[in-house]
């Protein structure tokens, strides 16, 4: 059963231990680690945080939220990115204006791509992302509409 609360101050231990993994320094803007989100949420599993879901921005002139997420080896391929995702699906409801959301995938990243066509995000352009640690990098964007 998954669940998603607020980030806490406290939750740094167990994601520095979790932002170890190269998949996620690979994938993720700053290893994981939270800038300058809108809004970030700890993904649970029953009691146990296993991700992190973040709204980094909502872009006004298009009405999309620009949304992205991670979690642990720990808790992998158990359903908990997708059910995260629709819980924020849900959240952004509540935000007047919001139409879509929107991922920032970086290229190579099949996981990412496999569960957003899972959850019937479609394919809308190529951009960039800052994912990694090379700065922007080449990236393509998912949508679905609200
Ligand atoms: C990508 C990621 C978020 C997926 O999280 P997850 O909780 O394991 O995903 P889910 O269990 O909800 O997977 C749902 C579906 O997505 C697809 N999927 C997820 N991981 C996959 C993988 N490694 N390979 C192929 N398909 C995958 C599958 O269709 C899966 O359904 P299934 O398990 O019934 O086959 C996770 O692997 C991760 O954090 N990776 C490193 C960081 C990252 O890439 N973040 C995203 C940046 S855009």
Redesign the pocket.
Known sequence: MFTFRELLPEDQSWIERASQ?S??Q???ANG?QQVKERQAWVILKDTEP??VISLHSVDLLTSAADV?????PW???????????GLVENELTLIPGVQSIQ????EG????I??A???GYELVSAGT?S?GTQGAVPAVIYEKKL
């Open positions: 993994d998949e996620i690979k994938w993720t994981g296993v991700g992205g997420y991670w979690v642990a808790g992998r391929r158990q359903g908990a990115a997708s059910a995260a995702l991922l920032s995938i970086m990243n099949h996981a990412s496999a569960l066509t899972s959850l992302c994912c």
